[in-house]
């Protein structure tokens, strides 16, 4: 790193740290660059922004407020305009719009912003606690939308158990990397990879978690959601059966053997990956994975997985990998 002080060198720094926001106290792992010349510490846009995420993501976790991308969804599934779920909930006319867009809800907000996550739940709400507020005709409308949101649930409840069996229900947090479990996403991550390496699973599962918390390392969040566990070859999804079972529409498992008694099955595609899910942060992340291990060994990318602190402090009970763990990732910077 070029310092801006001097052009001289200046290298990273990354310490425990602890803020207070909100009368709340938070630790996270603070980043800044350090000027060799002038001794000064500095950050810039991509660090200040990786701090603060850290601090609103455990915010939000510890008073229960929901993500922006889940406070649009809860509107869109309505087809309200988020004028009127303002009006609705009782907040300032522009608020929710701003709430969609990283505004943090207070808790009393963020409580009411919740109900609205489940369309039968927020049917009797509204009809015993809101509806007063509309004129008959307005009500009938938005009860209608409602009813409308209802349906689309209860018929799209395989969905749900899909992506149960492939990513399990573990609560969006520092097990998830602070994104809600998104199954296409995971879908598409496995076609990104068959489609450039076409890797045993077991190497899969690899580059499913380097791409996972290298992108929380750079943001402060992951890209699928998906829990990871350390197990005896390395981190693997929670639910790696369940994820591959899922993708047997898109991606071919092949089983093969590489070497005289050993077999294993190796993935491959010629599906187009869809571009379209992914934000450029995450895209960077991606083939910055694939560029590192696109021709390392199942072998060696398995020894490799097993000298991260993610698995050194994991494997001995197997348990679920916190992605705090991936400020200390050693394979990818």
């Not at 800044?32 to 810039?44: G, N, V």
């Amino acid at each position: 790193m070029t310092s801006p002080f001097t052009g001289g060198d200046a290298i990273l720094i990354k310490e425990p740290r602890e803020y207070d926001f909100r009368g709340s106290k938070f630790y996270i792992i603070h980043h800044h660059y350090h000027c060799i010349d002038t001794k000064e510490d500095y950050t810039d846009a991509r660090l200040d922004n990786l701090n603060l995420n850290q601090v609103y993501n455990q915010y939000r976790e510890k008073e229960g407020i929901p993500f922006p991308d889940e406070i649009t969804a809860y509107r869109k599934q309505y087809d309200f305009p988020a004028t009127k779920m303002s009006q609705m909930l009782g907040f300032g006319v522009n608020m929710y719009g701003k709430y969609e867009s990283g505004e943090i809800p207070n808790s009393s907000n963020g409580r009411m912003i919740n109900i609205c996550k489940d369309p039968e739940i927020f049917r009797n709400y509204f009809i015993s606690s809101l509806s007063h507020q509309f004129s008959d005709k307005e009500k009938e409308s938005i009860i209608k939308k409602i009813d409308k949101a209802v349906d689309h649930k209860r018929a799209n409840i395989n969905d749900e158990y899909e992506k149960y069996a492939a990513l399990g229900n573990v609560p969006r947090g520092i097990l998830t990397g602070f994104v809600a479990p998104n199954l296409e996403k995971a879908r598409q991550m496995v076609v990104y990879f068959a489609c450039l390496c076409s890797p045993f699973t077991t190497k899969m599962n690899k580059l499913l978690y380097y791409a996972d918390f290298l992108n929380y390392k750079r943001t402060g969040f992951a890209i699928s959601g998906i829990t990871y566990q350390a197990k005896n070859y390395g981190p693997v999804p929670e639910r790696y059966d369940g994820l591959y079972g899922n993708v047997s529409d898109i991606v071919d498992r092949v089983v093969e053997y590489y070497s005289d008694e050993k077999s294993g099955e190796r993935l491959k595609t010629e599906k187009e990956f869809d571009v379209s899910l992914f934000s450029e942060e995450e895209l960077r992340s991606l083939e910055k994975v694939a560029s590192r291990f696109k021709n390392t060994t199942t072998k060696d990318i398995v020894l490799i997985s097993h000298d991260e602190t993610a698995w050194i402090e994991n494997e001995a009970n197997e348990d679920f990998i916190s992605y705090q763990s991936a400020f200390d990732l050693k394979a990818l910077n």
